[in-house]
């Protein structure tokens, strides 16, 4: 597999109320992310966390580092408060296009092969709040426009069901299809971001099948949550079986692409959260290498929930009961 992670969580995080760890560079963070087993890409953010082309190159070389994904940010200048790719102000939305090309030239200079961005201030927080027709004609529009530049760097959407709108115009996987469908062009893709999924109510394994058949490109951010808000856990801790589910199917579909973590460690040690992360999507993917996985098929085409089950009981509970037998 190949493991990422977004550098911004290993650095210094805040929430409404406090601050936690310690502010870094970007080469900091990455000298930080070198350090993880198994982490062999990172996912920068820009234009707020990059250096120059020729700075990252070097930094990126020297500790033998990828780019899984330049992370466009669109949400952090004041200036798109009142949303950016749906802004009834057409500067506004040039400058969140604009944006977007900018990514996508830095990421043909560095090398990486894709962009990704999450539209969190478009959206609305009450009834009568904005004109759903113009705001979603007004993001097709500005996605399309952006798709067209250096169509060879393929654009991928994120959606989040709110944050930081009590909706979010891009708010699920089928929005976020309609979307690539409305826009037109094949190198617009989907970001899944399970915690997001989870968040809105989805199953993500079922998410990420719809996405797939749609034939439209796919990239994968890594989390939990407890359904209730995007907390940004470590992988499978709230919803193990929806994260196994999900890696099987990742599975089945043959992803080879990156799998960024998108964990936010406010209150644990950056280097052990994410090197979890590692840990346990390894150990779930190489057992469904060993796992007979024309069985688990056949039982998904009957409904049959227990005997896969009964398959996974092995996997879950053999180590706990060697660990015992050895006391």
């Known amino acids: 597999m190949k493991h990422a992670i977004i550098t911004s969580f290993l650095g210094k995080l805040r929430d409404r109320f406090c601050e936690y760890q310690e502010p870094l560079s970007i080469e900091q963070k990455l000298e930080r992310m070198a350090q993880i087993p198994g982490v062999t890409g990172a996912e920068v953010v820009h234009p707020y966390e990059v250096d120059t082309v020729e700075a990252m190159r070097s930094h990126l070389d020297r500790l033998k580092l990828g780019i899984s994904a330049i992370n466009v940010n669109i949400k952090g200048d004041p200036i798109f408060a009142y949303g950016s790719l749906c802004s009834p102000d057409a500067s506004v939305r040039n400058k969140a296009c604009g944006m977007i090309k900018a990514a996508k030239d830095y990421a043909k200079a560095l090398g990486a092969d894709k962009v990704t961005c999450c539209p969190l201030s478009d959206g609305y927080d009450y009834p009568f709040h904005t004109d759903y027709r113009k705001a979603w004609s007004r993001m097709v529009d500005t996605v399309r426009e952006a798709a067209e530049h250096l169509p060879e760097i393929p654009l991928f959407m994120e959606y989040k069901p709110s944050e930081t709108r009590v909706h979010c115009t891009l708010d699920s996987a089928a929005k976020a299809l309609l979307l690539c469908e409305a826009v037109g062009n094949p190198n617009v893709g989907v970001t899944i971001d399970i915690g997001h999924s989870i968040y809105g109510g989805e199953t993500p394994a079922e998410a990420l099948a719809h996405v797939a058949m749609s034939g439209f490109p796919y990239y994968v951010h890594i989390n939990d949550n407890n359904g209730k808000w995007d907390w940004d856990l470590m992988a499978g801790t709230n919803n193990l079986w929806l994260y196994i589910e999900f890696l099987y199917y990742l599975k089945e579909l043959n ?11 406010v209150r644990q040690d950056a280097i052990e959260t994410f090197a979890f992360n590692v840990r346990i999507t390894d ?31 092995p996997f879950l509970f053999a180590d706990a009961k060697a660990a015992i037998g050895a006391r």
Not at 255 to 265: A, K, Q, V
Not at 293 to 312: D, T
């Open 283 to 313: 150990r779930i993917w190489n057992w469904l290498d060993q796992m007979d996985r024309e069985a688990i098929g056949h039982h998904l085409e009957r409904n049959e929930f227990l005997p896969i089950l009964k398959m996974l009981e």
């Open 255 to 265: 992803y080879t692409g990156w799998i960024t973590s998108d964990t936010s460690p």
